[in-house]
T-cell receptor, first 113, second 111 residues
Framework: DADVTQTPRNRITKTGKRIMLECSQT?????MYWYRQDPGLGLRLIYY???????NKGEISDGYSVSRQAQAKFSLSLESAIPNQTALYFC????????????FGDGTRLSIL | QKEVEQDPGPLSVPEGAIVSLNCTYS??????FMWYRQYSRKGPELLMY????GNKEDGRFTAQVDKSSKYISLFIRDSQPSDSATYLC???????????FGPGTSLSVIP
């Protein structure tokens, strides 16, 4: 089984709908992240969490919200989806320590019509 | 100016070629430098991790850092079709728990 699991893998929805993307991990890491990936722009940080009670905005948090339900679960919500939120979304985890890499899930491809 | 820049490619090379992938950055405070590899429909995975200037070798892969020029490179020797992927350079920001990613270079190795 994958260490970082994202659901769903693909989602097509309409403008104005509320959408939740879920991420769960079995790595035991405290740090969890949500990114979006767009062609030519790379990975951009939406939100990050260092533990269940510590949630922080990233560089592009407008239009998104998150919930850290447990150490192992971190969900991303789009309250009212708009077409420019069409992108590939990745969840990542990281252990403590400056030289620890981030571990990514396989992404959710989200299309908003 | 973006903090990290990469030529997006696509780059297409024959099998066995030496590949050079490059990134430039603007923040002289970056100390650690990473290369991630991302296969189609997969998440990025860490390929190499280097600290400060110099070279680091791991099998067919060599990471090179030139801090004076704010320039990093990834060399792939004897490239294989399985190396076909997007390669992203990445640099942790001050807290190390946040990372700035380049946009990635798409590489195709043709058999």
């Amino acid at each position: 089984d994958a260490d970082v699991t994202q659901t769903p893998r693909n989602r097509i929805t309409k403008t104005g709908k509320r959408i939740m993307l879920e991420c769960s991990q079995t790595k035991g890491h405290d740090r969890m992240y949500w990114y979006r990936q767009d062609p030519g722009l790379g990975l951009r940080l939406i939100y990050y969490s260092f533990d269940v009670k510590d949630i922080n905005k990233g560089e592009i948090s407008d239009g998104y919200s998150v919930s850290r339900q447990a150490q192992a679960k971190f969900s991303l919500s789009l309250e009212s989806a708009i077409p420019n939120q069409t992108a590939l979304y990745f969840c990542a985890t990281k252990g403590t320590g400056s030289n620890q890499p981030q571990h990514f899930g396989d992404g959710t491809r989200l299309s908003i019509l | 100016q973006k903090e990290v820049e990469q030529d997006p490619g696509p780059l297409s090379v024959p099998e066995g070629a030496i590949v050079s992938l490059n990134c430039t950055y603007s923040n002289s405070a970056f100390q650690y430098f990473m290369w991630y590899r991302q296969y189609s429909r997969k998440g990025p995975e860490l390929l190499m991790y280097t600290y400060s200037s110099g070279n680091k070798e791991d099998g067919r892969f060599t990471a090179q850092v030139d801090k004076s020029s704010k320039y990093i490179s990834l060399f792939i020797r004897d490239s294989q079709p399985s190396d076909s992927a997007t390669y992203l350079c990445a640099m942790p920001k001050t807290s190390y728990d946040k990372v700035i990613f380049g946009p990635g270079t798409s590489l195709s190795v043709i058999p």
